[in-house]
């Protein structure tokens, strides 16, 4: 049981930093935009607003987090795979001799 949440881990971490962020379908990001209104003339709003873009300096974590994450544990488990048919091989071989 252990080790198959070992083998998960890498899926679970990379898909809760993901929807951690807000699970945008989208490539990993730099920085992100906030738009403001802001008054053409302060203290008169009947002359009209204008939109201004401030860009704040921030990693967001893509798509490509989780399909990374399930790539690792895909690696994993056939590693693991692999190890316990060799062992079961070589185990084979000693009962032979």
């Not at 198959?4 to 951690?20: A, D, E, K, M, V």
């Not at 203290?43 to 893509?62: A, D, H, I, Y």
């Not at 989780?66 to 693991?80: E, K, M, N, Y």
Request: hydrophobic share 45%; glycine share 8%.
């Amino acid at each position: 049981m252990i080790r198959n949440f070992i083998l998960l881990l890498p899926t679970l971490l990379s898909l809760g930093l993901w929807l951690q962020d807000g699970g945008r379908f989208s490539f990993w990001a730099t920085s992100v935009e906030s738009r403001m209104e802001v008054e053409i003339i302060e203290g008169m709003p009947e002359f009209g607003t204008q939109t201004t873009s401030v860009w704040e300096e921030r990693f967001l974590f893509g798509i490509e987090t989780p399909l990374l994450g399930c790539f690792f544990t895909v690696l994993f488990l056939l590693i693991s795979i692999s190890r316990k048919r060799s062992l079961n091989n070589s185990s084979q071989f000693t009962l032979m001799k």
